[in-house]
């Protein structure tokens, strides 16, 4: 038989381990209003741009910040709703519409770096070295070469979808992957099945050890990679922390952080990763 | 096999140096896990005894209702989580969002139809007999239910057992419910995932082996003690 003696014991273990974790749950819980949660993409996240960024953040202003690192077109629906304070993402064409409908306000240019097409060595499709992303994607569209799409929705899947639109092309077939991922997966995704795909620079530099694939295509203007902070508006949606977001916004434009953003990465990869651009007009980019 | 062993040489040298990330994220899993389990223990005990010894209305419907959820997908549970404490949701007002608390709810509603479930069937396999026995003793209709939930210990604790490590190995819900905030609701899986999205897969290696290592540490103590309760032969 059980004896009683080691139910008991083990009963109160159970009961010391529920109170501690309770106690230890409801502490790290506290003190709501000091928090700021910025919906961003994968790609400033992943690079570890924002690491290196959001201590610097929280020591200055005493917010606490809540990264939730998501695509773009989930970062902008989270803003629209008001279930986020900030937000930091690249589709400008997604991005003006919540403008003007008053849903967020005090967008300011960020930092921009682009897009590159990346594809295995061997080229099938031959794209390499084209000044064109939309000639490149119309070859891989005729040799039915593999090519893997976000499929998420995020800001690198709107600029694709952008492209593919240029060409008139709704691509679908065997050849088009929909990963329906974030970009490193993504990139796995193409450099295990020897397939192109549309990425920004940042995360390629970033994950390029662990890739076969190559730059091929770059330098088209349309393969600008724009970033934007803004606020969600505070006076839309009440449950908004306002102050938080538009000093994460006037952080992410100070310069300070410009001068950080200007170097970051280039200790690793030997280049910049990002480009600051904070009070410059997004039409002068790129020129 | 370079990827393995670097993964392995990781975990080693993580814990060794004793990395305060990786300690805090292996020390909050297992608050969030272990509450989980304790809370759909506290709930799912009581439920399932009802279910296996009970006869009123619905007792089949909500039977159905829970063998079901047993398989319940994390990330499904995680949506409707999200939805209910989003700001502007029903509970939004408490503010639980991208909280330790909200992943302890989320994997509460994961682990309870589990623990219900298998101590439903734990008790409703005991020996009829016993029942009869318990009662011509004269015990109370409480301490009747109280034996044979005794009866079933090792039952409850497989229950235990299933209910924890389905939790502390889900990563959908956490990851909706918590956003894997660093410092804040990061936990083992979610790091995990976020570190194979880097392309850190050294690091990712490492985590999965400390998180395999602690589900295996905790559950053979759990099995420690069932099997100390098993009834000895007479």
Same mark, same amino acid.
């Given at each position: 038989?059980?004896?009683?003696?080691?139910?008991? @014991?083990?009963?109160?273990?159970?009961?010391?381990?529920?109170?501690?974790?309770?106690?230890?749950?409801?502490?790290?819980?506290?003190?709501?209003?000091?928090?700021?949660?910025?919906?961003?993409?994968?790609?400033?996240?992943? !690079?570890?741009?924002?690491?290196?960024?959001?201590?610097?953040?929280?020591?200055?202003?005493?917010?606490?910040?809540?990264?939730?690192?998501?695509?773009?077109?989930?970062?902008?629906?989270?803003?629209?709703?008001?279930?986020?304070?900030?937000?930091?993402?690249?589709?400008?064409?997604?991005?003006?519409?919540?403008?003007?409908?008053?849903?967020?306000?005090?967008?300011?240019?960020?930092?921009?770096?682009? %897009?590159?097409?990346?594809?295995?060595?061997?080229?099938?499709?031959?794209?390499?070295?084209?000044?064109?992303?939309? =000639?490149?994607?119309?070859?891989?569209?005729? @040799?039915?070469?593999?090519?893997?799409?976000?499929?998420?929705?995020?800001?690198?899947?709107?600029?694709?979808?952008?492209?593919?639109?240029?060409?008139?092309?709704?691509?679908?077939? /065997?050849?088009?992957?929909?990963?329906?991922?974030?970009?490193?997966?993504?990139?796995?995704?193409? @450099?295990? /099945?020897?397939?192109?795909?549309?990425? =920004?620079?940042?995360?390629?530099?970033?994950?390029?050890?662990?890739?076969?694939?190559?730059?091929?295509?770059?330098?088209?203007?349309?393969?600008?990679?724009?970033?934007?902070?803004?606020?969600?508006?505070?006076?839309? %949606?009440?449950?908004?922390?306002?102050?938080?977001?538009?000093? %994460?916004?006037?952080?992410?434009?100070?310069?300070?952080?410009?001068?950080?953003?200007? !170097?970051?990465?280039?200790?690793?990869?030997?280049?910049?990763? %990002?480009?600051?651009?904070?009070?410059?007009?997004?039409?002068?980019?790129?020129? | 096999? +370079?990827?393995?062993?670097?993964?392995?040489?990781?975990?080693?040298?993580?814990?060794?140096?004793?990395?305060?990330?990786?300690?805090?994220?292996?020390?909050?899993?297992?608050?969030?896990?272990?509450?989980?389990?304790?809370?759909?223990?506290? *709930?799912g005990v009581p439920?399932?005894?009802?279910?296996?010894?009970?006869?009123?209305?619905? $007792?089949?419907? #909500?039977?159905?209702?829970?063998?079901?959820?047993?398989?319940?997908?994390?990330?499904?549970?995680?949506?409707?989580?999200?939805? #209910?404490?989003? $700001?502007?949701?029903?509970?939004?007002?408490? $503010?639980?969002?991208?909280?330790?608390?909200?992943?302890?709810?989320?994997?509460?509603? *994961?682990?309870?139809?589990?623990?219900?479930?298998?101590?439903?069937?734990?008790?409703?396999?005991? +020996?009829?007999?016993?029942?009869?026995? *318990?009662?011509?003793?004269?015990?109370?209709?409480?301490?009747?239910?109280?034996?044979?939930?005794?009866?079933? $210990?090792?039952?409850?604790?497989?229950?235990?057992?299933?209910?924890?490590?389905?939790v502390i190995a889900?990563?959908?819900?956490?990851?909706?419910?918590g956003g894997n905030?660093?410092?804040?609701?990061?936990?083992?899986?979610?790091?995990?995932?976020?570190?194979?999205?880097?392309?850190?897969?050294?690091?990712?290696?490492?985590?999965?082996? *400390?998180?395999?290592?602690?589900?295996?540490?905790?559950?053979?103590?759990?099995?420690?003690?069932?099997?100390?309760?098993?009834?000895?032969?007479?």
């Amino acid at each position: 038989m059980l004896s009683r003696q080691s139910i008991k @014991s083990s009963m109160r273990i159970l009961l010391i381990a529920l109170l501690l974790s309770v106690l230890a749950i409801t502490a790290s819980a506290a003190a709501p209003t000091r928090e700021v949660i910025l919906a961003t993409t994968t790609s400033t996240a992943d !690079t570890g741009l924002l690491d290196a960024l959001i201590p610097i953040f929280e020591k200055k202003t005493g917010y606490m910040v809540k990264t939730i690192a998501v695509g773009t077109g989930q970062a902008l629906a989270l803003g629209s709703r008001g279930e986020a304070d900030v937000l930091l993402t690249h589709a400008p064409s997604s991005e003006l519409p919540l403008v003007s409908s008053g849903d967020v306000i005090e967008r300011r240019l960020v930092m921009h770096n682009d %897009f590159i097409i990346a594809g295995p060595a061997g080229d099938p499709a031959k794209v390499r070295g084209l000044k064109s992303a939309a =000639d490149a994607l119309s070859r891989i569209q005729s @040799s039915q070469s593999v090519f893997v799409s976000r499929g998420d929705d995020s800001g690198t899947h709107k600029k694709e979808k952008e492209i593919w639109g240029k060409l008139g092309v709704k691509p679908s077939g /065997k050849w088009y992957v929909e990963a329906g991922a974030g970009m490193a997966h993504t990139l796995n995704i193409a @450099s295990e /099945k020897e397939g192109y795909t549309l990425t =920004d620079r940042g995360t390629y530099l970033a994950l390029k050890k662990n890739l076969a694939l190559d730059v091929l295509v770059e330098g088209d203007a349309i393969l600008l990679n724009i970033y934007h902070v803004m606020q969600v508006n505070p006076a839309k %949606f009440s449950k908004v922390n306002g102050p938080g977001g538009l000093a %994460f916004v006037e952080f992410m434009v100070s310069p300070e952080v410009q001068k950080i953003i200007s !170097t970051f990465g280039v200790d690793k990869y030997g280049d910049p990763l %990002f480009f600051p651009d904070a009070g410059k007009n997004v039409d002068d980019l790129g020129k | 096999m +370079d990827l393995i062993a670097e993964g392995i040489a990781q975990a080693f040298w993580l814990l060794m140096k004793g990395d305060r990330g990786v300690f805090q994220i292996a020390l909050l899993t297992l608050k969030v896990s272990g509450l989980a389990t304790l809370i759909s223990l506290a *709930i799912g005990v009581p439920l399932g005894t009802a279910l296996a010894l009970g006869r009123f209305r619905g $007792r089949d419907a #909500v039977a159905s209702i829970v063998n079901t959820g047993m398989g319940l997908p994390p990330v499904v549970v995680g949506l409707w989580v999200s939805i #209910v404490l989003w $700001r502007y949701g029903p509970l939004g007002s408490l $503010r639980l969002m991208y909280t330790p608390t909200a992943m302890v709810i989320a994997q509460t509603l *994961i682990a309870l139809p589990i623990v219900a479930g298998l101590t439903m069937s734990g008790i409703g396999q005991l +020996d009829p007999g016993i029942r009869v026995q *318990i009662l011509s003793l004269g015990a109370t209709r409480w301490q009747l239910i109280w034996l044979l939930v005794r009866e079933a $210990r090792l039952a409850i604790l497989a229950a235990v057992m299933a209910g924890f490590g389905r939790v502390i190995a889900e990563v959908g819900a956490s990851m909706m419910v918590g956003g894997n905030v660093v410092g804040q609701t990061r936990v083992l899986t979610t790091a995990t995932s976020m570190e194979v999205g880097r392309g850190n897969f050294g690091t990712a290696i490492a985590l999965s082996l *400390i998180l395999m290592g602690l589900t295996l540490a905790i559950t053979s103590w759990l099995t420690h003690l069932q099997q100390k309760g098993r009834p000895t032969a007479q």
